[in-house]
């Protein structure tokens, strides 16, 4: 796996990506960031997870999406793994063990 470190600022960056893993099993996983209050911080605007040709949406201020298609409340299988939506969290995780936790506006795990 990779990791790009500590990027700060309104960006765009990958988060973490698979390396000689097995091919279904490959992901990525980018972050956006936006200015978010007065002291020059940022906070996560979007995620998106991507497992073979699976694309997963986690949107601040929108439903979370598995290849365009809006999950509202629940859990959801996906190939690759699953996803579940409370009120508090966005929570993926992948069948090769990798769990993603978005906190609906200020950060990924």
Known sequence: ???DGDVQGA????????KQMPANQSFSVTTRNIPCGDAGATCTKAVTIT????????????????????LYNGMMYFPGGEID???????VK???G???????GTTAW
């Open 1 to 3: 796996m990779s990791y």
């Open 11 to 18: 960006c765009e960056y990958i988060l973490v990506r698979s």
């Open 98 to 104: 990798v769990e993603i936790l978005y906190d609906l």
């Open 94 to 96: 992948l069948n090769s």
């Open 51 to 70: 497992v073979e040709s699976v694309k997963i949406k986690l949107i601040l201020g929108a439903p979370p999406s598995i290849n365009d298609v809006a």
């Open 85 to 91: 939506v409370n009120d508090m969290f966005q929570y």
